[in-house]
């Protein structure tokens, strides 16, 4: 007997070291992807600029960005000032690789000697849509963008899925139908995502004519992604609440719909808020079914309203990461830092509907 406590004993300790391995091991992980993420990533934060004046004879308007060289050429910028400097001027100022040569290279250093060159803060990057131009580029488009998918996609998915789950749960006969139904719905929240994306390319811009990489067909595209899994966690929340609770509700004299919305509802709403928050945070970040229906395409123009055409963040991350220029891969990585941002946002949020609806219920 002493012999089998002591290997349950050693057993359990051995398993223990494997969960903590398991741990240590996800969180070195985590931390070389952050720390990499981090490292390419901040330098995009900050942007280069010359005192210079604006003429086309000054000896520093070749090292200028294109669209500073334009301005300067149309007289719409005079006199003296900080202008925006070229992308492999930048690069060379945060002793990245670039592409300048001796002439320019001096030309650079004597500017920084007198003080002539200085690292500012990128508001291009916050302020700017997209842009060919690495110096001129930023995310403001996007960013507006996602959100309106994201407010169609949440506007479309939660009170369907909420509905959906509730009607499986509380009001659909058990037979071999509504059996088949949840099947399948298990069955679609394990596909692949851009199998989504040729549904809405299908039912949403080809039979409905819906305008193409517009928010609305991203967001719609998206809550068919959403539902399945809005539907599930949703079940499990109504699961869990007590059936005592639901008896004592029906012994006071409580329809059904009275049940459902004074007991059930209260009682799984930190759980149906929670999974549906995080849902949406995963589709927040994906690409797949969006480029399917044209948001992976250049458009740096901030959309008006959900038929504008848009971009999302997290396609234009893959579109950045695929341009040649050095420039552009700090700019990747200061997105994934933006999208990163959103997310912890978003999970957040989901934590403290999480307890205030705990705390209110307690």
């Not at 900050?46 to 520093?60: G, V």
Request: hydrophobic share 50%.
């Amino acid at each position: 007997m002493k012999k089998l406590f002591r290997k349950r004993k050693k057993d359990s300790k051995n398993f223990k070291r494997f969960c903590k391995m398991g741990l240590y091991i996800n969180l070195i992980f985590l931390g070389i992807f952050l720390s990499s993420i981090f490292y390419l990533g901040l330098g995009a934060f900050k942007q280069t600029y010359i005192y210079t004046k604006a003429d086309r004879n000054s000896i520093a308007y070749e090292l200028l960005s294109r669209s500073e060289q334009r301005q300067i050429r149309a007289n719409q910028a005079q006199g003296e000032g900080w202008f925006l400097a070229n992308a492999e001027v930048d690069q060379y100022v945060k002793n990245n690789y670039h592409k300048l040569n001796e002439s320019q290279i001096q030309l650079v250093n004597e500017l920084m000697q007198k003080d002539q060159i200085q690292l500012k803060f990128n508001t291009n990057f916050f302020l700017n849509g997209d842009s060919k131009s690495p110096e001129n580029s930023g995310i403001f488009s996007s960013v507006v963008g996602t959100l309106l998918v994201m407010v169609v996609c949440m506007v479309v998915s939660i009170p369907i899925g909420v509905g959906a789950a509730i009607y499986l749960e509380e009001f659909a006969p058990q037979n071999l139908f509504t059996h088949f139904i949840e099947v399948c719905i298990n069955n679609l929240a394990s596909i692949p995502s851009i199998l989504f994306g040729l549904l809405g390319l299908g039912v949403f811009i080809n039979l409905f004519g819906m305008p193409r990489s517009s928010a609305l067909v991203g967001g719609l595209t998206l809550a068919i992604m959403s539902l399945p899994i809005i539907i599930v966690s949703t079940k499990a929340a109504l699961k869990s609440v007590d059936i005592n609770m639901k008896n004592a509700a029906y012994a006071l004299g409580m329809t059904k719909y009275q049940m459902i919305k004074g007991i059930m509802l209260p009682l799984a709403m930190p759980m149906i808020l929670t999974g549906s928050i995080l849902t949406l945070a995963g589709a927040i970040g994906e690409t797949a079914p969006l480029m399917i229906i044209g948001m992976i395409a250049f458009i740096p123009d901030v959309a008006t309203s959900i038929f504008s055409p848009t971009s999302v963040l997290p396609a234009q991350i893959f579109s950045w990461s695929a341009m040649p220029e050095r420039a552009f891969l700090e700019r990747t990585a200061a997105g994934i830092l933006v999208l990163l941002g959103l997310l912890v946002i978003l999970n957040l949020s989901a934590i403290l509907l999480r307890k205030y609806f705990q705390g209110k219920n307690l």
